[in-house]
């Protein structure tokens, strides 16, 4: 058995996630159903980095899978990207060691949040970017951003249906970058507990309009009090942009 690793981009807004369940179109189960086409009937499970939500996109998600084909690395890459649908992309595919794990070899992850602050809505953004037209301090955004960095309880910032008892995380980078009308937060740690980076972004946002004052993010942290945190930012907006490996292939 030889077992890949592959980097997939995916446009979110059609899927109900990414992880597989008992009804709904999601991208686990779309490759999966082409990877078993591919093994004359036989299923193929894929592993990867983590799961993203309905709506949320994906510009370097990683799974893996077991396989026992003869196929050269080349040819896997463009036989799924000829029978899987338009927004899925398969980017790249190589043979990794059995030590390998999407999931649990990952050291950490990039993701980016799109704004789009025009005073219209672009009908063509609307699934990509979250039109937000109201004014913000931008220096204070990037103020309250850089209190997030270091290594925290981050309670305060996951959705209350997160099952995961440790919430402790360490955020490498966080920034604000303007290019004309889009505003990109741009955040990368070690992982991220469920809603996390869209309640961050939703907290950054409170900053820009000043309902919260950019000091005030480090007393939010240390209650560990999820009400006191900014709304949940929309789906549309976020994208899974990396996961970080010590090495590619080991």
Do not use: C
């Not at 370097?60 to 799924?80: C, I, S, Y």
Request: without cysteine.
């Amino acid at each position: 058995m030889a077992r890949m690793k592959v980097t997939v981009a995916y446009d979110g807004t059609e899927f109900a996630g990414y992880q597989i369940q008992p009804s709904g179109r999601t991208v686990q189960g779309t490759i999966q159903t082409v990877l078993q086409k591919m093994h004359k009937g036989k299923p193929v499970g894929i592993y990867a980095s983590g799961r993203t939500d309905a709506g949320v996109h994906a510009i370097g998600q990683v799974f893996h899978f077991n396989t026992p084909m003869d196929l050269a690395v080349e040819a896997w890459g463009k036989a799924l990207n000829a029978m899987l649908p338009n927004d899925i992309l398969i980017k790249d595919i190589e043979m990794v060691s059995d030590s390998f794990h999407s999931r649990f070899s990952a050291t950490g992850k990039e993701y980016h949040y799109k704004i789009l602050r025009s005073k219209q809505p672009d009908v063509f953004q609307r699934n990509h970017m979250f039109h937000f037209p109201y004014p913000l301090n931008i220096e204070d955004m990037k103020q309250a951003a850089s209190l997030f960095l270091g290594t925290h309880d981050f309670t305060s910032f996951s959705s209350a249906k997160s099952e995961v008892e440790d919430k402790i995380r360490t955020i490498f980078a966080f920034d604000v970058e303007e290019e004309g009308n889009v505003l990109t937060l741009k955040v990368r740690g070690s992982g991220f507990l469920y809603n996390m980076v869209r309640i961050l972004v939703g907290t950054l946002l409170e900053v820009g309009q000043g309902k919260l004052k950019p000091h005030e993010i480090s007393a939010i942290i240390k209650s560990k009090d999820r009400a006191l945190a900014g709304k949940t930012a929309p789906a549309n907006g976020l994208y899974l942009f990396h996961v970080d490996y010590e090495d590619k292939t080991e």
